[in-house]
């Protein structure tokens, strides 16, 4: 017993490393902020956005991190309820990115507003029938929800690390003691987890199934080309899995090199977390056919000047390497064993993972570039977005931000749950002390 | 690397792209020598002030500021030597027709209010001379004077003209007049176009499915219709009782998906509390129980 809780709790300190990384973080947010604060006092004319073309950077990386955030769902709930075990010691992984990216996908909204001091108004001058006032309901509740899944089952373990594990940092005790809530193992108090735990693991299912949908509700609530579409709901959804499973399995593989877990995340884990992504990309790719030969069978005209753009036109070289080299090459590799070793498997998902973004920005831009009016009598850069510095700048200060929740939530507190590996082991991780 | 030159791709194309010239915007001889037949004052220009607050700032700015807005083709500033070197007819033309993105005021400013834009113009352009009204007020055409009464057992509008003579007013004969009501956009031709008779009326009958405001009043305008501008403008209008009473309500008066927030269809409100009052009571309900698990000691 002893040795699962060093093992899983050893990087439950402050050491060179984590110094290193954090400063070099906190740093290159200082950075950031900087590009931000240009903006408070400029407006969000720093930004290549304008007129016509008015969602760019911003709410592309906005979808990105709410696609990003549905993984905890996925892994937790789903795969969790139909009783998957292996999924175990990455609950808590996929639930902590799930954490990091609802909790700053709302910040990005506030980055693209050029007056964030308004920010109430949202509220109070929000309509029943505006998508933007659901969006802000179910993404805080799936925040909610996935904050309590993320730190319910923690609850014994912090016990268990307060009471048995003596290298503890002395300042993170009281932290501990407060957060472990008196757990004595008692089995009331085991029946109150385990059934709010249940609860919580349903109830995430709808929340995160509306977040994404809402978002992609943003999009498909307008006539316009490209998203004026019936199956954005599911085809955000399922983008969000390839996206989320590809993040899972980067943390993963992080956390199983530098925090010495190789015990507890092993191949079987990588294995079947890469069946796990080459199943929601085969999904995605149906909807991806769906959501491109359905319009391009039909051609109407504003839906055949916007599909031309994307493959042949502007966008056609990112277009086709998202396609291609983030979908389709990924899923052909990940089909051989040998691809989802560990290694391999990370670097696919790095590339599954840059093109779901530029996958969020293809959603986003071509269709603002091409309204129905023509856009004239205005200056170049109204036509044609790019983004600036400043631009990219802000966007980088989100995934900052992301990389630091992840980083404090991982570094201080155990990444592989402690009393679930040892109950699994039939050890009772409390009392005795046989291992 | 790649990404930024991906980023960076468009915007190569488009600089390397030329830009379509601007067409000339030519103002006809017979329009340049149009002048204004009053006295540019500075209460005129006061006036002009503030319909050029109105109507002109969005785009140009203010005079002397250079503070247009960066469109293309360029505003300007209308303070400049090129706008002031202008004759004042040309300027006239310039605001009566537009030219995209500039909007035709024609319809939008009267003829006075446009005068009194170029007179708050004017302020700005040293040494400008205004041209004497009343030298040429002689070569410049007839003034027209126009009233409107109308007949409801007839169902006919009659537009009387008059031309100002400097004997006095005598009958403007043969006068083409439009009669147009005013509708929620622009103004909305009644029927086609008729010459005043030999006493200076013209008589217009209105369709009996004409319709209304609430009590059945349309706002009523005639104009004579000028397309050489050989005849000083002139518009009346009236609000006449001659309409069928219509009382629409509004897009936003009942529930609808457009309305406003206090107007939302009942089954959207229904919905969304209930959703949200759901998880949130199992949210708020899992948390009480969590936090009082702390009482339960070990036994």
Redesign the interface.
């Known amino acids: 017993m002893d040795l699962i809780i060093s093992d899983l709790s050893h990087h439950i300190r402050l050491n060179k490393g984590f110094f290193l990384w954090m400063g070099f973080l906190v740093l290159a947010f200082l950075a950031c902020l900087f590009a931000y604060t240009r903006q408070l006092k400029y407006g969000l004319g720093v930004a290549g956005i304008r007129d016509y073309i008015s969602w760019g950077l911003y709410i592309s990386n906005f979808v990105f991190f709410v696609a990003s955030s549905l993984i905890g769902m996925l892994i937790s709930a789903v795969l969790g309820l139909i009783g998957m075990k292996w999924v175990q010691p990455i609950t808590r992984i996929a639930e902590t990115i799930a954490v990091a990216f609802a909790a700053v996908a709302g910040l990005v909204i506030v980055m693209d507003m050029g007056r964030p001091e308004r920010l109430a108004y949202v509220f109070l001058?929000?309509?029943?029938?505006s998508p933007i006032?659901?969006d802000v309901?179910v993404i805080t509740?799936y925040f909610?929800?996935s904050l309590?899944l993320l730190m319910?089952p923690m609850?014994p373990d912090m016990a268990v690390l307060y009471k048995r594990y003596g290298s503890l940092p002395s300042w993170l005790k009281p932290v501990y003691k407060v957060l472990s809530?008196?757990?004595?193992?008692?089995p009331?108090?085991n029946r109150?987890?385990h059934r709010?735990i249940y609860?919580?693991l349903i109830?995430i299912i709808p929340?995160a199934l509306s977040i994404h949908t809402v978002t992609s509700w943003l999009f498909a609530l307008t006539v316009r080309p490209g998203w004026d579409s019936t199956i954005f709901g599911p085809y955000f959804v399922s983008g969000a899995f390839v996206a989320g499973s590809a993040a899972v399995i980067i943390a993963m593989f992080f956390f199983r090199k530098n925090y010495r877990l190789k015990d507890y995340l092993t191949d079987l884990h990588f294995n079947n977390m890469g069946k796990v992504l080459v199943l929601v990309a085969f999904v995605y790719l149906y909807f991806n056919i769906n959501e491109y030969l359905v319009p391009g069978y039909k051609l109407k005209r504003a839906d055949a000047i916007h599909l031309r753009e994307l493959m042949s036109g502007?966008f056609a070289?990112?277009f086709w390497?998202v396609q291609v080299g983030g979908l389709l090459i990924p899923i052909v590799l990940m089909l051989f064993r040998k691809m989802r070793k560990p290694l391999p498997l990370t670097l696919i998902s790095v590339v599954v993972l840059i093109a779901a973004w530029?996958k969020r920005y293809l959603i986003v831009v071509p269709t603002m570039a091409h309204p129905f009016l023509p856009i004239?009598?205005?200056?170049?850069n109204f036509?044609?977005?790019?983004?600036t510095l400043t631009e990219i700048a802000i966007t980088l200060l989100s995934f900052i931000l992301v990389l630091i929740i992840i980083t404090l939530i991982s570094k201080f507190f155990p990444v592989i749950p402690v009393v679930e590996t040892a109950k699994e082991k039939g050890l009772d991780p409390l009392k005795s002390n046989e291992s | 690397m790649k990404k930024l030159f991906y980023i960076l791709l468009p915007v190569i194309i488009t600089t390397l792209r030329v830009e379509a010239q601007n067409p000339s915007w030519v103002v006809p001889d017979d329009q340049k020598g149009k002048i204004c037949l009053v006295r540019f004052t500075s209460d005129m220009a006061k006036q002009g002030e503030v319909i050029y607050l109105k109507n002109c700032q969005s785009c140009h700015g203010l005079p002397t500021k250079k503070n247009f807005a960066s469109i293309q083709p360029s505003p300007g500033d209308l303070s400049e030597n090129k706008v002031g070197t202008q004759k004042d007819g040309e300027l006239f033309y310039r605001i009566t027709t537009g030219k995209a993105p500039m909007p035709e005021f024609r319809n939008i400013l009267t003829e006075d209010e446009r005068w009194s834009v170029i007179s708050f113009l004017r302020s700005f352009h040293k040494g400008y001379v205004q041209p004497d009204p009343e030298k040429m007020a002689a070569s410049i055409g007839k003034r027209i004077k126009l009233s409107m009464t109308y007949d409801t057992v007839k169902r006919r509008i009659l537009v009387k003209a008059v031309e100002l003579t400097s004997d006095g007013p005598v009958p403007a004969k043969g006068a083409e007049i439009v009669v147009f009501v005013k509708r929620y956009f622009g103004n909305m031709q009644l029927t086609d176009p008729k010459p005043t008779s030999e006493n200076g009326y013209a008589g217009f009958e209105w369709p009996q499915d004409l319709p209304g405001d609430k009590s059945g009043n349309v706002i009523v305008g005639a104009r004579v219709n000028d397309p050489t501008g050989n005849m000083q403008e002139a518009i009346v209008s009236d609000t006449l009782a001659i309409g069928v009473p219509t009382n629409k309500p509004a897009l936003t008066d009942t529930r609808a998906m457009w309305s406003t927030r206090d107007k939302a269809p009942v089954w959207m409100i229904l919905i969304y509390t209930l959703a949200v009052i759901v998880v949130w009571y199992f949210i708020i309900y899992i948390l009480l129980s969590v936090v009082d698990m702390r009482k339960i000691k070990q036994v």
């Open positions: 001058y929000a309509r029943f029938q006032l659901w309901t509740t909610v929800i309590m319910l609850i809530l008196n757990w004595t193992d008692h009331e108090q109150i987890i709010s609860i919580l109830l929340a502007h070289v990112m390497l530029f004239q009598h205005v200056p170049d036509k044609i977005y790019t983004p």
